[in-house]
């Protein structure tokens, strides 16, 4: 990516912005991922957040009952709900291939 500095201004962001649009146009996604992307989009972003506060209450719960290896078990899952949020909340954002969304959108 070109980050140039033209001491202006708004005009950094365009710098930015450019260089981004020009490198996107050069990285095409597969398929998959674009599928993927489609349909992760259509998830509400607190649904992984919930999720994980779901993960932390039943570990806590297994905890506190006796099932050590279970809770455990359960704990491990907030890490992955997290970062499928974070993930989801990128693919809302910016998407993965902003460059053919573009095209599609001139036809």
């Known amino acids: 990516m070109n980050y140039t500095s033209t001491g202006q201004g708004g005009s950094e962001s365009t ?25 992760t989009s259509k998830l509400p972003s607190d649904l992984f957040l919930w999720a994980a506060f779901g993960a ?5 719960i297994l ?19 997290l970062l499928l ?12 291939d902003r460059a053919s969304m573009g095209t599609q959108q001139i036809h």
Not at 21 to 28: L, M, V
Not at 70 to 75: D, E, N
């Open 15 to 39: 710098a930015f912005s450019n260089s981004f649009d020009s490198e996107a146009s050069q990285q095409s996604e597969g398929m998959v991922a674009r599928t993927i992307e489609e349909q």
């Open 56 to 60: 932390i209450g039943a570990s806590a």
């Open 63 to 81: 905890e506190f009952s006796g099932n050590y290896e279970k809770s455990r078990f359960v704990g491990q899952w907030v890490a992955p709900f």
């Open 85 to 96: 949020g974070v993930y989801n909340k990128i693919v809302k954002v910016a998407g993965s």
